[in-house]
């Protein structure tokens, strides 16, 4: 039914793409601006690429916070409103791919209910039953 091999769905912004020769995600917009999961897998192959995003955002917003905090402490008499916007994207940015990610991790649940209310559904991929029977 999916067909891994010719499509698949960006780690980022869930869009569904047809894959390069390589077999990874093409270039495509996600909210005007170039997607960041172009050039990696699709999520049905490998979930890497969202983990890493999310803890390079979580780091941006840490020391833009950080930052914010550090001028406050110096009562510095004019604060960029930019930075504060910033977190503010960061922290939007931040609970949609952690998002993304808990209904990645959900996909065998999921599945299974598929089956049992509509006998039919998506498999999750292997790595990701490998890393769930991993870490439980
Ligand atoms: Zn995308």
Not at 47 to 55: G, N, P, V
Request: aromatic residues 6%; charged residues 25%.
């Amino acid at each position: 039914m999916a067909d891994a091999t010719h499509h698949g769905r960006c780690q980022i912004c869930g869009r569904r793409l047809g894959l390069s020769v390589m077999a990874l995600i093409r270039a495509h917009y996600f909210r005007a601006m170039p997607c960041s999961g172009a050039g990696n897998p699709p999520i049905e192959k490998d979930d890497r690429f969202l983990e890493a995003s999310i803890a390079q955002v979580d780091a941006e917003r840490s020391a833009c916070a950080a930052e914010i905090q550090q001028l406050r402490r110096a009562r510095a008499n004019w604060i960029d409103p930019r930075i504060a916007e910033r977190v503010d994207e960061l922290d939007a940015a931040l609970s949609r791919l952690r998002r993304r990610l808990q209904h990645n991790r959900s996909w065998p649940l999921r599945f299974e209910r598929q089956m049992r209310t509509q006998g039919w559904g998506t498999p999750p991929p292997p790595y990701l039953l490998a890393q769930l029977g991993a870490s439980a």
